[in-house]
């Protein structure tokens, strides 16, 4: 079965103390692997997919990487205003595009 | 703004009732997804819907039941409401090919 996890559940930096975040997923057939950012109440807010292993993306303090088996979204002298539940997915189903899997999450709070 | 809407943003309604949530896609997508989030508790999948038809059902209770229109809004009816059954509902859509998946800003339900 697909299954995405996520590490740490939680993660407190103080401001500009860089760090990274995981994902690793069991998926068959990998389509993308999507990061998105979500705020309390709100939606997700898409960031970045990644699609082969080597990939990267960045978006200003933020950079995705992806390997065969995980994904690391790299946090950059973080600021407060990227405290935020930060969620990693894959597609999955028979066609791959029929719902994305999340992990649980990792909380970020960045304090000043 | 996503491009997705979502009405209501909040509803407050008895156990035993029924209501409907409402979904906008962005233009031009053909599929939407949509997905609870309890407190503390990951995205889960409930349904897909595709230019009209359902495609992909997740952990969707028989009391909950959706469909897409011509126009491609899609609704969400809960029925027999349960405590239980609060939450953020949101709703997701996604263009043809390996696009991403934008997200409404969701409805907050609250059973009482």
């Known amino acids: 079965e697909d299954q995405v996890t996520q590490s740490p559940e939680a993660l407190r930096l103080q401001e500009g103390e860089s760090s990274s975040l995981n994902c690793s997923y069991t998926v068959s057939g990998l389509r993308g692997l999507f990061w998105y950012r979500q705020d309390p109440g709100k939606g997700p807010e898409f960031l970045f997919t990644?699609?082969?292993a080597g990939e990267e993306k960045e978006k200003e303090r933020l950079k995705a990487t992806l390997t065969k088996k995980e994904s690391f979204l790299h946090i950059t002298a973080p600021k407060p205003e990227d405290s935020a539940t930060y969620l990693c997915?894959?597609?999955?189903?028979?066609?791959?595009?029929?719902?994305?899997?999340f992990g649980t999450g990792t909380r970020l709070l960045v304090s000043p | 703004d996503s491009g997705v809407t979502q009405t209501p943003k909040h509803l407050i309604t008895a156990t035993g009732q029924r209501v409907t949530l409402r979904c906008s896609p962005r233009s031009g997508d053909l599929s939407v997804y949509w997905y609870q989030q309890s407190l503390d508790q990951g995205l889960q999948f409930l349904i897909q819907y595709y230019n009209g038809e359902e495609r992909a059902k997740g952990n969707i209770l028989e009391r909950f039941s959706a469909q897409q229109f011509p126009d491609l809004h899609s609704e969400l009816n809960l029925s027999s409401l349960e405590l239980g059954d609060s939450a953020l509902y949101f709703c997701?859509?996604?263009?043809?090919?390996?696009?991403?998946?934008?997200f409404g800003s969701g409805t907050r339900l609250t059973v009482v």
């Open positions: 997915a894959v597609p999955a189903g028979d066609t791959g595009f029929q719902k994305l899997v």
């Open positions: 997701a859509s996604r263009s043809t090919g390996a696009g991403g998946y934008t």
């Open positions: 990644l699609y082969s």
